[in-house]
């Protein structure tokens, strides 16, 4: 085992940063549009009871397998048998692709907050102001670099007074932000048609393709199957149950993407007068449509500020996860110290996000299947080797090393009550899902007919 490896101090620091890493763009972003694309309540009950099942036991099993060996991915599959060394290695690789993409993302929300902050508020609701932006060559680089710096800045300072400390503060203040506007949201005129569209049932949506789009959406917004979980496990300290941690973190992820909803679709639903259309696909959502409805609300601009406060927040403490994971492989791999491996870190992510920013502009030209650079990176991370990885850590949990090894791991800190839904999950029901989603997730890109 490592010597001197940090911990969190304990577990409300746990899990905060986990439920950081876990809350992310991802919830506010794209939980909302997928839930008022697949159905509204439908989807939301799938994710729920997916989320309880399926994403409870994927993620005791990272925790456990982090704290059980005390390693970040690649050691710790490998010390737990050499073959299956390249799980860890295929683990490890996920977060070091999407790093530098999310952060140009980032790059992105940090340039509407600074527009919100110093009063553009009304020029960002122009329709061209998006793709202007993200056009320019130089200046969605500088934003990002901005982000990145922030995040390498956090994890320059440690587990404890880096990662943990920042989670306590940005944490409860994006709680308080997204409560409160939501409820703003929500009595707006005109937001109860999107408040009943988000929460009803519409059972003529729902099909094959509402479980796979709330599974992938699972996978992602629980930060999982990409060795975070398993080196913030290794991060736990023994007497902390992982059974009550986990719920906790899926409280808080689940409760966010749930609010973000609230807080979204209402208020676009009151500005575009119930047309469904408005809430969009991808980045439209956030960067065009969200700005021209706070233009449109009385107090918007600063709303809106606030708006973008809490999702820089939500990815801050996501990107902060993903710097975290990749330094720590790093750090046990090659046995640098915390400083040369950030450093490495900030210069990899630099040129492998460079070409993702100019991919909108100058490097349009760029594209595979019809995806840009940074959507090429975010599919090869998310619907192929995410899945992959969750696949083969299912059957080496269920068949290699057994469930029970697993299961005495949780059971250190306290009873783990799970224990048959656990391995029934494990076993059977998540790699047959997991194959699915990987599956339809190919065919959905190269354009053949979906599940
Ligand atoms: N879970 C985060 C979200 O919902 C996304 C994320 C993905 C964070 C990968 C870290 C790593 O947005």
Redo the contacts with the bound molecule.
Sequence with gaps: MAQNRSSFTGKIGFVLAAAG???????IW?FPYLAAKYGGGIFLLVYLILAVTFGFALMCAEIAIGRKTGQSAINAFKSLDKRFAFVGVLGAVI?AI?LPY?SVIGGWVTKYLFAFASGDAAASASDTYFTGFIAKPFEPIGWFLVFMGLTALVVLFGVEKGVEKVSKIMMPVLVVLTIVIAVYSVTIDGAMEGVKYYLMPDFSRFSATTVLAAMGQLF????LA?G?MITYGSYMKKDVSIEKSVHQIEIFDTGIAFLAGLMIIPAVFAFSGGDEAALGKGPSLMFITLPKVFNSMPGGAFIGGAFFLLVLF?ALT??I??METVVSIVRDKLGWGRKTACLAVFVFCIVLGIPSSLGFGVWDFISVAGLSILDMFDFVSNSVLMPIVALFTCIFIGYVIKPKAIIEELEVGAPFKAKTLFTIIIKYVAPVCIILILVSSILDVLGVAKI
């Design positions: 890493s876990a809350v992310g763009l991802g919830n794209r977060p999407i999310y992602y917004s629980m930060s990409m975070i939500a996501s990107s996860s993903l």
